[in-house]
């Protein structure tokens, strides 16, 4: 089988966990791309600029400025004055986006579970090695 039937496999595999795991998140009814922007702001590990955030998604400033609006309205992200220069401003995840986020990583958690007891330790190993190779 090629890889990108593999990969398609993967996608269908992930669509029938979420289904089955995802029914009571509250965020699963975000775009993808709001999702995505979501996990690029909890991944900067300290609230961001929106010049940053623009860089990360590679996007330009008036679009991530039109989604961080469109977050904030729905109470998953909020506005810090920055420190250093008082006329600039950083975004973070509220709570609510935290906690659903730290849900969601539980459906993760049990997609790596399926996944892996269907291999040796020693292929879970590889797979989770080639896999960050690949992504990286």
């Known amino acids: 089988m090629s890889l990108a039937m593999n990969l398609e496999q993967l996608e269908r595999f992930s669509a029938k966990v979420w289904r089955k795991h995802g029914k009571e998140d509250?965020?699963?009814?975000?775009?993808?791309?709001?999702?995505?922007?979501?996990?690029a702001i909890q991944s900067?590990?300290?609230p961001i600029r929106l010049t940053d955030l623009a860089?990360?998604?590679?996007v330009t400033k008036p679009s991530a400025s039109s989604m961080v609006k469109r977050l904030e309205g729905r109470g998953l992200i909020r506005r810090i004055l920055c420190h250093e220069d008082a006329r600039s401003v950083r975004f973070e995840l509220t709570e609510e986006a935290e906690k659903h986020l730290s849900n969601e990583s539980k459906v993760y958690a049990l997609m790596a579970l399926e996944m892996t007891e269907r291999l040796t330790d020693e292929e879970a190993v590889f797979l989770?090695?080639?896999?960050?190779?690949?992504?990286?």
């Open 44 to 46: 900067a590990g300290e």
């Open 128 to 136: 989770d090695t080639l896999l960050h190779k690949s992504l990286s």
């Open 26 to 39: 509250p965020i699963s009814h975000l775009s993808f791309n709001e999702y995505d922007y979501l996990k």
């Open 55 to 58: 860089k990360k998604m590679e």
